[in-house]
């Protein structure tokens, strides 16, 4: 299974940018999906997550209020709208899969990983 993201790009702060996470050929709505970001020298850290049978989402504290992720079952794919970005969230995004739907704060618990879309936020 493949993941494919993209969206990704430079942005001064206070902008926006909108992720997306395709996975072609594949049904999202049974699983959760995660967004998690990586800095250089840093642990991959959450973002947020979105259960597609419930409609369920969870967010970082850093994030809440400034990012919203959505999906689309006919498209197959997971989105991650960014507004008012910072600098401090520069990183390379990736998107998983949760089989299990636990959408969970913890990396170990997403399945496979897409190869990751580069942000960053210029001050």
């Known amino acids: 299974v493949q993941l494919v993201e993209s969206g990704g790009g430079l942005v001064q702060a206070g902008g926006s940018l909108r992720l997306s996470c395709a996975a072609p050929g594949r049904t999202l709505e049974s699983y959760a999906m995660g967004w998690f970001r990586q800095a250089p020298r840093q642990e991959r850290e959450f973002v947020a997550a979105?259960?597609?049978?419930?409609?369920?989402?969870y967010y970082a504290d850093s994030v809440k209020g400034r990012f919203t992720i959505s999906g689309d079952n006919a498209e197959n794919t997971v989105y991650l709208q960014m507004d008012s970005l910072k600098p401090e969230d520069t990183a390379v995004y990736y998107c998983?899969?949760?089989?299990?739907?636990?959408?969970?704060?913890?990396?170990?618990?997403?399945?496979?990983w897409g190869q990751g879309t580069q942000v960053t936020v210029s001050s």
């Open positions: 998983a899969p949760d089989i299990a739907c636990g959408a969970g704060r913890y990396s170990s618990e997403y399945d496979f």
């Open positions: 979105l259960v597609f049978s419930n409609g369920s989402t």
